[in-house]
């Protein structure tokens, strides 16, 4: 339910870039250096090669950190059937600008064979699997 405060008032449009002119530094979409996880969700992911190799899906937080771990890739299929979920790790991945997407040192190959669930699986329920996502990539501690 919409408040009528007397004082009440819009700080910018909405979906505006504009920064918060009450000089918080807030912005809604993006800054140079922060970036809304809706604008994240979709980008696409390109190998070393510049080779498209999936977009991400969305991202793991830490709870307690409050860091990016992983980025959960969606890879293969079409229109969403055979579609794979690949968690990448943040660190691992490098935003392109030319490419306008984010590369990973990784091929197909590689990407193929690693730690990976279909839609209607929740494999974070299981406390081996990010040990398994280690094991395979690396750490991935922030």
Not at 5 to 14: C, F, G
Not at 18 to 31: I, M
């Amino acid at each position: 339910m919409p408040t009528n405060l007397p004082q009440e008032s819009r700080i910018r449009p909405t979906g505006s870039m504009e920064l918060d002119p009450s000089g918080e530094g807030v912005a809604v979409d993006e800054t140079r250096r922060m970036i809304a996880s809706n604008k994240v969700e979709g980008t696409a992911v390109f190998n070393g090669q510049g080779e498209a190799l999936g977009s991400v899906y969305n991202f793991m937080v830490d709870k307690f950190t409050g860091q990016v771990g992983y980025v959960v890739m969606s890879f293969g299929g079409f229109l969403g059937i055979g579609e794979r979920y690949h968690p990448l790790p943040w660190k691992a991945l490098t935003y392109d600008t030319t490419l306008g997407g984010y590369r990973i040192d990784l091929d197909r190959d590689r990407l193929e064979e690693a730690p990976n669930y279909g839609p209607d699986d929740d494999p974070f329920a299981d406390p081996d699997y990010g040990r398994r996502l280690d094991d395979y990539y690396g750490p991935a501690r922030i």
